[in-house]
């Protein structure tokens, strides 16, 4: 009898970045993401990242040249009207070589007469448990974006009901709400989160207040969220189940997008390192950095590990009351005013540049910013007027320096190719094989002469001169002996070899296959439809309608079909707690530390907070 063992292939770890437009794009490829998303033209849940599909299709014959891959947002719920531009946009998108299509609206999965592209379910699509999970697999989704709020556990036992590929959030800004539940932009401003077009209500400057009015705590930002870093989390989000480690931030500049790119791809690469039986990275190619990422050093409101191991933190805290903006890391103590309040004397605790932006709490709590025109010692002088009081702590929000080497060029990113030359009858050939195993030869006529002197280390030198291309010269095998080969000729194979070897990486490359939808799609047990599934068209409220057993007509519809409501409404469901926040969890004894209810309110705005403390939930209500 025969011992047949089965072999487990590592499994493929994906480090995704975001992109606001195409030069971001390719500087993320660079800096070594395995893929990168970004938005089109149109349909986004980040209005103001639109792209061009021309601009796309640049960036995937860059991506595709490392095996990376290019995810594009269409990722709005989509009005009966605009069905037909979406199905347009997508196969622009499918000719432009998108890997696969982020959405949210469940007609993308029920249309027909789209191309056969892969389907991931946005976390607009709010996958916080198995039971969602396994139906948008049913669907024909490839992957799903789970929820923020999600534990390692809560991680693991989607990963356990479904085969599909995971992706998580790893860094960058929260939304307090659960992505995708969020009306409170809809019901105040018109302007719907799930349309592109949030006004970021939860960071706003509140006021907490009780049943009778009384001001409570007075103007701060209670529901903005710090961001999220998973840094040192990402051998255990892998070993949860998660495929695909994605980064927050669309909006962000290209700095940004390098320096925490660069931060994650290292801390990746030893984990896979450390274990390469079981994971393997997505792309190809090694990347080297000039600099040292950092993502302190980068836009942040402070950090957080949010719910990852606990669904209720007893420690830490989630929000930054203060501001919604990035204060910085400290950099001095002002100690007075000189030259006639022009100059700032300062105690120092990192040494400054000219052009650096600072920042510092006012008396009444504001923080305010202005840019260092110029430094002298332990002098500071401001560009501008400012009264910057003494004792203030400072903040350093905007580093020159740093920011003129991340604005130059900062990594390069490398195929390991090996080389072989040798003579077929009176050509001369050089075959070149990538880490990937994809070979090209190319060949040329020349005369066979023998050399006085050894030439095998000049020819070397002459065929790793790939400076300006994608790849490095990991070895060089050279069968010519003594024959002696012009450096033109030489020069002529290395440059015919590396350019169709780029042209077959862009050629070769095999996109995502999109999925089948089950014939027997069910929804969640017990699920009842309501307006929180964001059904806005007629091909969704079909499906909806084939599934409950009842009219089409009859489906609750998205807000954004109906307007701003009229009475109460429930705008938000968040997992995180003021109270708990504040030290007053209901379930504690510290509970009575605030009464009951509360409310925020804004700008003549109003919410009341309800606390459903068995599911630890907060509940935020519109009331107009």
């Given amino acids: 009898m025969t011992d047949t063992k089965t072999v487990v292939k590592p499994t493929e770890i994906e480090l995704l970045a975001p992109a606001r437009d195409a030069a971001t794009a390719i500087a993320a490829i660079d800096h070594g993401a395995d893929a990168v998303y970004m938005g089109a033209a149109s349909f986004g849940a980040r209005a103001q990242a639109g792209n061009p599909v021309e601009e796309i299709a640049a960036v995937a014959r860059h991506a595709h040249r490392f095996g990376a891959r290019v995810y594009v947002t269409v ?130 400057k509140f006021n907490l207040e ?191 320096e740093r920011a003129d080497i991340l604005a130059s060029k900062t990594a390069t990113r490398k195929l390991a190719v090996e080389m072989e030359l040798k003579w077929t009858g009176n050509q001369v050939t050089l075959s070149l094989r990538d880490e990937t195993g994809l070979e090209v030869t190319v060949a040329e006529e020349a005369e066979r002469q023998e050399a006085r002197s050894p030439q095998e280390e000049r020819r070397r030198k002459e065929l790793e001169k790939l400076g300006d291309t994608i790849f490095h010269a990991a070895s060089v095998t050279d069968l010519c002996g003594q024959s002696f080969i012009p450096a033109s000729t030489l020069g002529r194979l290395r440059r015919n070899g590396a350019q169709m070897l780029d042209i077959a990486r862009q050629t070769t490359h095999r996109r995502e296959l999109p999925g089948k939808p089950s014939v027997d799609v069910m929804l969640p047990q017990g699920k009842q439809l309501s307006r929180h599934d964001n059904i806005a068209n007629h091909v969704a409220a079909d499906f909806y309608a084939s599934l409950s057993c009842q009219a089409a007509s009859s489906i609750p519809k998205a807000m954004e079909t109906t307007g701003k409501p009229a009475g109460e409404t429930r705008v938000m469901e968040t997992r995180y707690c003021l109270r708990r926040e504040m030290g007053a969890c209901l379930k504690n004894k510290e509970g009575n530390k605030l009464p009951s209810p509360l409310y925020l309110t804004s700008e003549g705005k109003r919410f009341r907070l309800d606390f459903d403390c068995r599911n630890c939930r907060m509940q935020v209500v519109y009331i107009p």
């Fill in 75 to 204: 990722n709005t719920i989509i009005y009966d009207h605009e069905l037909e531009e979406a199905r347009r946009l997508i196969w622009d998108l499918w000719r432009a070589d998108v890997d696969a299509v982020i959405v949210q609206d469940l007609a993308l999965t029920r249309m027909e007469g789209l191309p056969p592209i892969a389907l991931h379910a946005s976390t607009q699509c709010d996958t916080r448990d198995p039971e969602k999970a396994r139906f948008l697999a049913q669907c024909g989704f490839t992957r799903l974006v789970l929820a923020r709020e999600l534990t390692l556990d809560e991680i693991r036992r989607i990963r356990e009901a479904v085969d599909t590929d995971l992706e998580v959030f790893v860094h960058g800004a929260l939304c307090v709400s659960y992505s995708g539940d969020c009306q409170a932009s809809l019901a105040i401003t018109g302007r719907s989160a799930n349309r592109g077009e949030c006004c970021q209500v939860c960071r706003f």
């Fill in 210 to 400: 009780d049943n009778a009015g009384n001001t409570l705590v007075k103007g701060k930002h209670l529901l903005s969220l710090r961001d999220m870093n998973r840094l040192d989390n990402l051998e255990a989000l892998l070993d949860a189940g998660a495929t695909s480690l994605k980064i927050e931030g669309r909006l962000k500049d290209e700095a940004y997008v390098k320096n925490v790119v660069g931060a994650y791809r290292r801390k990746l690469d030893s984990i896979i390192a450390a274990h390469p039986d079981r994971y393997r990275r997505a792309s190809y190619g090694r990347t080297e950095l000039t600099f040292t990422p950092d993502p302190a050093l980068s836009f942040n409101r402070g950090f957080t590990n949010y719910f990852l191991t606990s669904p209720s933190p007893a420690a830490g805290s989630l929000a930054t009351f203060d501001s919604p903006k990035w204060i910085g890391t400290k950099v001095g103590k002002v100690t007075g005013r000189a030259q006639g309040g022009k100059a700032i004397n300062a105690t120092l605790y990192k040494p400054l540049n000219n052009g650096d932006g600072l920042g510092f709490y006012t008396r009444d709590g504001e923080f305010r910013g202005f840019r260092l025109n110029r430094v002298d010692g332990d002098r500071l002088y401001p560009a501008g007027d400012i009264t910057v009081p003494p004792g203030a702590i400072l903040y350093r929000n905007a580093d020159k």
